[in-house]
T-cell receptor, first 112, second 113 residues
Framework: DAGITQSPRHKVTETGTPVTLRCHQT?????MYWYRQDPGHGLRLIHY???????DKGEVSDGYSVSRSKTEDFLLTLESATSSQTSVYFC???????????FGPGTRLTVL | GQQVMQIPQYQHVQEGEDFTTYCNSS?????IQWYKQRPGGHPVFLIQ?????EVKKQKRLTFQFGEAKKNSSLHITATQTTDVGTYFC?????????????FGQGTELSVKP
């Protein structure tokens, strides 16, 4: 498996609280992605990064922000969590930006 | 907007039976990828198809890319319990800038021994 870790792996929080999820890679890949996975929706792209400090929105970016200050770390922040953001969040990386993506183990987030 | 649809959503088979999942895109795709996600796991890349009409095989798995590059299929011959999981297709989103992918909803396969 590619060297990707996500932390925390599980989190329960309350509506209105800020939450930050971390994705860390040891592959020195340029491209990093955050997805959320919900039943019946497959994987939907939240934000992605094409380099340090270079990020852009995906298809479901409302309520989320990201930062990438180092090649190896990509942070996803929910400024004020809502119950609709209860989901499983996956980070993925890609070396060339085309071809396969390698996924992290996921973070299960529950917002009460 | 661009859509990738997969059918069926669920498939229950007896071990040894064949299985097929179909993927249809609203737009022509430059390539299509397939991923497998085991229960409780993360998606794992299986294959990428690029050419119109391309067929690739991986042991009991056969992948096809349609002539119009708008549809694809994954066929598993003689399923085994190790095939259990959800199979996703994914295509480049928009102009593919940044390697963005759009995923189908997935087909969840269960195999009864």
């Amino acid at each position: 498996d590619a060297g990707i870790t996500q932390s925390p792996r599980h989190k329960v929080t309350e509506t209105g609280t800020p939450v930050t999820l971390r994705c860390h890679q040891t592959e020195n890949h340029r491209y990093m992605y955050w997805y959320r996975q919900d039943p019946g929706h497959g994987l939907r792209l939240i934000h992605y990064s094409y380099g340090v400090k270079d990020t852009d929105k995906g298809e479901v970016s409302d309520g989320y922000s990201v930062s990438r200050s180092k090649t190896e770390d990509f942070l996803l922040t929910l400024e004020s969590a809502t119950s609709s953001q209860t989901s499983v969040y996956f980070c993925a990386i890609s070396g060339a930006g085309v071809g396969e993506q390698f996924f992290g183990p996921g973070t299960r987030l529950t917002v009460l | 907007g661009q859509q990738v649809m997969q059918i069926p959503q669920y498939q229950h088979v007896q071990e040894g039976e064949d299985f097929t999942t179909y993927c249809n895109s609203s737009t022509t795709l430059s390539n299509i990828q397939w991923y497998k996600q085991r229960p409780g796991g993360h998606p794992v890349f299986l294959i990428q198809l690029v050419k119109s009409g391309e067929v690739k095989k991986q042991k009991r798995l056969t992948f096809q890319f349609g002539e119009a590059k708008k549809n694809s299929s994954l066929h598993i011959t003689a399923t085994q319990t190790t095939d259990v999981g959800t199979y996703f297709c994914a295509g480049p989103k928009g102009d593919n800038q940044g390697g963005k992918l759009i995923f189908g909803q997935g087909t969840e396969l269960s195999v009864k021994p």
